[in-house]
């Protein structure tokens, strides 16, 4: 009797673990290229989809460019040991897995990479990366067309090896080749102290008590003008065309991006010209401290440049530790002449802070003329015949990367599994046709200025294709008070875990103490604040007003 009733179910369980056998036999294989910040949610991504991921660095460590090392790495970016992002953590973080209450806003490169850790460590991630294996090649297979299967070829310790994938994620980063633009600065050659790309800089005490020449006015170059400025002689912080000065520490001591990243925001920056968004941004800007009266000021308006975050550098202009000054004509053995014709002698050290360049030499499909691409979304590749391969994170911001890579790489994970959320390969085209034009349009010409987003539109285009942009009426009706935080608050990314394929239960809890978890890590000191909101100084400075007027009149 006991064996007739167990026999069914052992039938059963047998063709329950058939199929689930079946299933991860079947599983498509991901290849994900660098184990940065866009890899590792790639990885973690393609484990929710079902896939199988296996994910090589060039490195012997998760991070990328989070990861500080003493000595820049062949093949992948190098950061200096003062580095401190410039989005803050509720609008940086995956939308899934936010960051510690008792996280700073605004963290050093070495709090990143702990929250890294914590995300591998938390979903398991490790188990599936390989490290000291470079990508040399991806090619198609012969049978592409009906496959979309990719040859790639890894190299480990000197051997090479092959395998077959069902797609791949490519997120090998791109803040890695120095843009090293000797050719532009005649006499370089003959300059007698030392000279060296942002890429190399580590730190500011080779340049204690030197006189020296920062080139270039992105963040690298305001972050390193700033720090060397505190112990150098003289810092001279050369710019061709200038540059607005946002700050992190925004209105009342707020994160600039959870004040400015608002979907009530971008209604008004929609309906207003654009002239006049420029013209506040600029009033505003300008109210901290006069940009022409700091040198600063460039001919372009405010949204026409990648904007530098610097609460630093107004205070070393002010103290005569920087000095800015034109574009650098050219070098003589130890001076250096600007295009203004001034001159400063007796230079020890030219750091040229002069951007990066990016391309993809492992795969010949990814094509890059001057850091120019034409990828739909800056991910997917619109003449592919089989859509089986995506670019994560190759873009910049005006906001993170991390979120804006987590909703490419789950758009691109569904894609795999064959769902069919892009549009035809002609109307990719034209979108990128239509990206490339509004660019060419909105920004000054210059090679950092080709793969630019803005945060939350992007994000929405990402999300759209994705089905999980969150929809306001629906939320007015259903759920008026996250509909207000929605509307009014910042978008963090877990607006894009609400609803649809991939919602995360605690996202409207996270939405909702969002704003503590900003505050958390600043007040750890208790602060008597029960008289602040006393009526009495203005009911005197009405009681003065009066009588002044009284006695005018
Ligand atoms: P990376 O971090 O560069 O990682 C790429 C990985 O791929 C590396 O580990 C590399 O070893 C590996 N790799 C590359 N090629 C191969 C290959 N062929 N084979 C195997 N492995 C390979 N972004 C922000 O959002 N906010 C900020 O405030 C911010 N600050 C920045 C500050 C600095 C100084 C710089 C330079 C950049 C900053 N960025 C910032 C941009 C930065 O690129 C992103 O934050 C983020 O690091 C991108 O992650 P990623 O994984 O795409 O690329
Ligand atoms: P970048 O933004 O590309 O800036 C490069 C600068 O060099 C620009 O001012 C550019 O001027 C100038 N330049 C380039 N070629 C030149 C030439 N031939 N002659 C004169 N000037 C030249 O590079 P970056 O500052 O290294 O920043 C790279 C990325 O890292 C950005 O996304 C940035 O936001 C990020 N970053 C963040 C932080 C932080 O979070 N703390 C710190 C550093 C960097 P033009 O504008 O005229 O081209």
């Excluded at 007698?192 to 008590?209: D, I, M, N, T, V």
């Excluded at 654009?274 to 600063?296: I, M, Q």
């Excluded at 000191?525 to 006393?534: H, K, L, Q, W």
Aim: charged share 25%; glycine share 6%.
């Amino acid at each position: 009797m006991q064996t007739e009733v167990k026999k069914p179910i052992r039938k059963h369980l047998q063709a329950s673990f058939q199929r689930i056998q079946k299933e991860v036999t079947m599983a498509k294989k991901v290849a994900v290229i660098g184990a940065g910040a866009s890899g590792l949610v790639a990885i973690k991504t393609c484990l929710e989809e079902g896939l199988e991921p296996t994910c090589f660095d060039r490195s012997n460590d998760i991070g990328g460019l989070w990861r500080f090392n003493d000595d820049p790495e062949d093949g992948r970016a190098s950061i200096y040991k003062s580095v401190i992002i410039n989005t803050s953590k509720e609008m940086m973080c995956y939308s899934d897995f936010p960051i510690p209450a008792d996280y700073p806003n605004y963290m050093h490169n070495a709090k990143i990479l702990k929250y890294f850790r914590m995300y591998a460590e938390h979903f398991h991630l490790m188990d599936y990366i390989h490290f000291k294996t470079s990508v040399c090649s991806v090619t198609k297979c012969p049978d592409f067309t009906t496959t979309g299967q990719w040859e790639v070829v890894t190299e480990r310790e000197g051997k090479q090896e092959s395998a077959i994938f069902d797609a791949v994620l490519v997120c090998s980063g791109h803040h890695t080749n120095a843009n090293l633009p000797l050719d532009s600065f005649p006499g370089i050659e003959k300059f007698k102290g030392r000279y060296l790309h942002s890429r190399e800089y580590k730190g500011p005490e080779a340049f204690q008590g030197k006189r020296v020449i920062v080139i270039g006015i992105g963040n690298s170059g305001g972050d390193i003008a700033v720090e060397i400025s505190r112990t150098a002689e003289q810092v001279f912080l050369s710019t061709r065309r200038g540059s607005w000065i946002l700050n992190r520490v925004s209105d009342y001591g707020y994160p600039l991006g959870m004040l400015s990243s608002t979907r009530f925001f971008r209604t008004v920056k929609h309906v207003l010209p654009v002239s006049t968004s420029n013209w506040l941004a600029e009033r505003k800007v300008n109210r901290r401290f006069d940009h022409a009266n700091y040198g600063l000021k460039p001919k372009h308006r405010l949204f026409s440049q990648h904007p530098m975050v610097n609460d630093d550098l107004p205070n070393r202009i002010i103290a005569g530790t920087v000095i800015v000054k034109s574009n650098v004509k050219k070098f003589s053995e130890t001076d250096a002449i600007f295009e203004d014709g001034t001159l400063e002698k007796n230079i020890d050290a030219v750091i040229f802070a002069t951007g990066y360049t990016f391309d993809f030499p492992f795969c010949d499909e990814l094509k890059v003329n001057n850091n120019k691409v034409s990828l739909y979304k800056y991910t997917f590749l619109p003449e592919l015949e089989k859509q089986t391969l995506a670019v994560i994170g190759l873009i910049q911001p005006l906001g993170a990367i991390m979120p804006i890579s987590e909703l490419q790489v789950r758009l691109a994970t569904r894609i795999f599994k064959g769902e069919k959320l892009l549009p035809s390969a002609s109307d990719m085209k034209d979108d990128i046709r239509k990206k490339k034009e509004a660019m060419v349009k909105r920004y000054v010409c210059s090679q950092r200025h080709t793969i630019q987003v803005d945060y939350l539109d992007f994000m929405d285009e990402l999300a759209e294709l994705l089905g999980v942009k969150p929809n306001l009426w629906n939320l007015l009706l259903s759920d008026p008070k996250i509909a207000w935080h929605v509307y009014f608050g910042p978008c963090t990314p877990y607006q894009y875990r609400l609803t649809g394929h991939g919602k995360w239960d605690k996202a409207r809890e996270t939405i909702l103490t969002q704003w503590d978890r900003a505050l958390k890590p600043m007040k750890t000191r208790t602060v008597d604040t029960s008289g602040d909101n006393s009526i009495i100084p203005l009911v005197v400075f009405g009681f003065v007003l009066l009588l002044a007027a009284i006695f005018y009149f």
